[in-house]
């Protein structure tokens, strides 16, 4: 049988091959620059009307991103199925929303059956069908922008948002996506977030965002919720945020956050240059190494590490 990862690296190049000339240059920083750049709808029509550039973005997902799990992105879900151990199939389990699902990564890594993802770009989609087609799995996917009502009723048990919320840049945007993931929630069902680094900047924010989901009667798993790192090597630290909260009221009512909240307001005060920067400086020139070994620093725990420290490179390796 083909692998996830076999099938992403045979699929790049299919893809890479259906990519007009002028877009084979974009590289995957600058198209997830100009996405977050762009309201989700201007995004998609620019994709639209530029194509293949959405082929080009789901190439550079298959290789960049994914690169046989040493891409930051596939990295990511393997250190959360790492992370969740033995409990996952306890809390991954039942009917299973991806929201942003890319090119299928988070079933396609954790190897789960039958999920619906779904995702603002239909390139990224169909390249997702195409990975399918080689591992035989069945998955169904809808292209849908998170930041309008969801097209799904109630049913869900797990909804995973691996990524994503990042790119919720307005107040009114993250109140949509929490509503809806409340609404399309079994009660008892799991949301399971994941948050990119330097995304969050300190503990308090973290802790804050755990707070909105308790809010309209989520609670947080304390023991599972926190700063995912990885713990191979140093010098090419991989770490993430993860929350991980149980829907228990049935109600379904729009989600209180605070009018002071949004998740750009969130980010480090690291410059993208100045990252860049000190991971020349400090990395090994085989950066990308296949992570194994990861960590979960708890909520509790962070608060009583870091303090109210910039959760940066330099903080997290005790430089
Ligand atoms: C960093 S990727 C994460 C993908 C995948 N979940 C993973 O874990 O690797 C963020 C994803 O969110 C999608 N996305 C961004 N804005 C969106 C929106 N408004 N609605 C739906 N998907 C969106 C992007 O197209 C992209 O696939």
Partial sequence: MTTWYDACRKAASIVRDTVPEPYRSRTFPGIIGDIKALPPSKARSLFMRKKGLGRQYAYLYLTSGIDDGRGYQACATEALDAVLGPERDAIIRGAILDVGCAVGVTAGIMGLDRVTGFDLFPDLLKTAHLVDSMTG???????????????????????????????????????????????????????????????????????????????????????????????????????????????????????????GFGFHRYRTSEKREVKGEKARATVTADRRVKHKNFRLVPLDEMAERYGDRELVFSTLTGG
């Fill in 137 to 259: 799995h069945e998955h169904r996917y809808v292209a849908a922008d998170m930041t309008r009502d969801w097209p799904f009723g109630c049913e869900f048990d797990t909804v995973v948002c691996g990524l994503v919320c990042h790119h919720l840049k307005v107040q009114p945007d993250v109140t949509v996506f929490f509503s809806s993931l409340n609404s399309v929630l079994h009660p008892g069902g799991h949301a399971i977030i994941t948050l990119p680094a330097g995304s969050v900047a300190t503990a308090a924010k973290f802790e804050n965002l755990a707070f909105a989901l308790e809010n309209f009667g989520f609670s947080t798993d304390r023991a599972r919720s926190g700063l995912v790192l990885s713990i191979d090597d140093p010098r090419s630290l991989f770490w993430m945020f993860l929350l991980v909260a149980r829907k228990n009221s049935p109600v379904r009512n729009p989600v209180f956050i605070d009018p």
